[in-house]
């Protein structure tokens, strides 16, 4: 730690100190930036935490809550917390934060790496955006369809019911006049029977349509996609299926936990979350929530488990692409 021990003699650089604040490293007397206590400026970087709020040691590990900036040559400079100062690991792109020579200075790399994925970024935001005027569009159309499907069986569940009604009501009166038409009576029983299959049939497809039609799919209906879709995502030796407006579920060879029933968005179409899971082994009900990204495909990655049995993961949708994103 020797290196570290850059004191303040009076006009030097401070260790750790943004340019910003280093006029106020550069008197005789340290004043901690919290004003708890003044120190000689002896005591700056001296690794014995002085101040409270860790002021006096920004170029040591020594105050836990102490800040250590990161000048980040070329590239944003940004500060990390002073505990992670001569900890063997390179933190600052320019490596002020371990010993000279022990981390290489990347610094352009990472701008490098940086521009290029704001590029990257921004080129899936404008293949999002596509995607997503796409969805609206599709969404409009399937729509009317929907709406047009729902009619039609409608119609067909009416005639349905007056073909049953008839058939029934033949078959009740060959049943009273046994033996005027040998045979007949099976004939429209056959076809109720029918009839009455269709009308169940045409019952159960209006109600899923008619259930599609009250999903939230956003202001513009930007998540229409979503409907009837799942996505897979495997994480070592588990594989989670998300089966938007219905549930995901961890799978682990013959085994099986609901992790969670679609309970809809939140935070303004931010995040989606399932919850009402299989419950833990002594502990909470399972439980995730995804993080929307924008991009031109729908894709689940970056899954977690913050906290026992609460699993977070990122989900790409067109429908999470805003205009004004840049
Ligand atoms: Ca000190
Ligand atoms: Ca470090």
Same mark, same amino acid.
């Given at each position: 730690?020797?290196?570290?021990?850059?004191?303040?003699?009076?006009?030097?650089?401070?260790?750790?100190?943004?340019?910003?604040?280093?006029?106020?490293?550069?008197?005789?007397?340290?004043?901690?930036?919290?004003? !708890?206590?003044?120190?000689?400026?002896?005591?700056?970087?001296? $690794?014995?935490?002085?101040?409270?709020?860790?002021?006096?040691? #920004?170029?040591?590990?020594?105050?836990?809550?102490?800040?250590? =900036?990161?000048?980040?040559?070329?590239?944003?400079?940004?500060?990390? #917390?002073? !505990?992670?100062?001569?900890?063997?690991?390179?933190?600052?792109?320019?490596?002020?934060?371990?010993?000279?020579?022990?981390?290489?200075?990347?610094?352009?790399?990472?701008?490098?790496?940086?521009?290029?994925?704001?590029?990257?970024? =921004?080129?899936?935001?404008?293949?999002?955006?596509?995607?997503?005027?796409?969805?609206?569009?599709?969404?409009?159309?399937?729509?009317?369809?929907?709406?047009?499907?729902?009619?039609?069986?409608?119609?067909?569940?009416?005639?349905?019911?007056?073909?049953?009604?008839?058939?029934?009501?033949?078959?009740?009166?060959?049943?009273?006049?046994?033996?005027?038409?040998?045979?007949?009576?099976?004939?429209?029983?056959?076809?109720?029977?029918?009839?009455?299959?269709?009308?169940? !049939?045409?019952? $159960?497809?209006?109600?899923?349509?008619?259930?599609?039609?009250?999903?939230?799919?956003?202001?513009?209906?930007?998540?229409?996609?979503?409907?009837?879709?799942?996505?897979?995502?495997?994480?070592?030796? =588990?594989?989670?299926?998300?089966?938007?407006?219905?549930?995901?579920?961890?799978?682990?060879?013959?085994?099986?936990?609901?992790?969670?029933?679609?309970?809809?968005?939140?935070?303004?179409?931010?995040?989606?979350?399932?919850?009402?899971?299989?419950?833990?082994?002594?502990?909470?009900?399972?439980?995730?929530?995804?993080?929307?990204?924008?991009?031109?495909?729908?894709?689940?990655?970056?899954?977690?488990? #913050?906290?026992?049995?609460?699993?977070?993961?990122?989900?790409?949708?067109?429908?999470?692409?805003?205009?004004?994103? =840049?």
């Amino acid at each position: 730690m020797f290196w570290l021990f850059i004191t303040g003699a009076l006009g030097a650089s401070i260790l750790g100190v943004s340019p910003k604040m280093q006029s106020l490293y550069q008197a005789e007397v340290f004043s901690c930036l919290d004003g !708890s206590l003044d120190v000689p400026a002896t005591f700056i970087n001296d $690794n014995f935490c002085d101040c409270t709020d860790g002021s006096d040691e #920004p170029g040591t590990s020594a105050c836990k809550n102490g800040q250590f =900036y990161c000048a980040e040559d070329g590239y944003s400079p940004f500060t990390i #917390p002073s !505990s992670m100062v001569g900890d063997s690991i390179c933190d600052c792109c320019d490596g002020s934060d371990e010993e000279p020579g022990k981390c290489p200075h990347n610094c352009k790399d990472k701008k490098m790496k940086s521009q290029e994925n704001l590029r990257q970024k =921004y080129t899936e935001w404008q293949q999002g955006l596509v995607a997503k005027l796409a969805v609206i569009a599709q969404a409009s159309v399937n729509l009317q369809t929907k709406e047009y499907e729902i009619k039609k069986h409608k119609e067909l569940r009416e005639a349905g019911e007056k073909q049953k009604k008839a058939a029934w009501t033949v078959v009740k009166y060959l049943n009273e006049h046994q033996g005027c038409s040998e045979g007949s009576e099976e004939k429209f029983e056959s076809i109720g029977n029918t009839m009455d299959e269709m009308v169940v !049939s045409a019952t $159960n497809k209006i109600k899923d349509l008619e259930d599609e039609l009250t999903y939230d799919v956003g202001k513009e209906k930007e998540f229409w996609n979503l409907i009837g879709l799942c996505t897979d995502y495997k994480e070592a030796k =588990y594989t989670y299926t998300v089966c938007f407006y219905k549930d995901a579920v961890q799978k682990e060879g013959s085994s099986q936990f609901l992790i969670g029933r679609w309970n809809g968005f939140a935070e303004d179409y931010q995040k989606i979350s399932f919850t009402g899971g299989d419950r833990c082994y002594s502990g909470p009900e399972r439980s995730l929530t995804l993080t929307l990204e924008c991009g031109p495909t729908v894709r689940l990655y970056g899954l977690e488990e #913050p906290e026992r049995c609460v699993y977070t993961a990122k989900l790409v949708v067109p429908g999470a692409c805003k205009l004004d994103q =840049y």
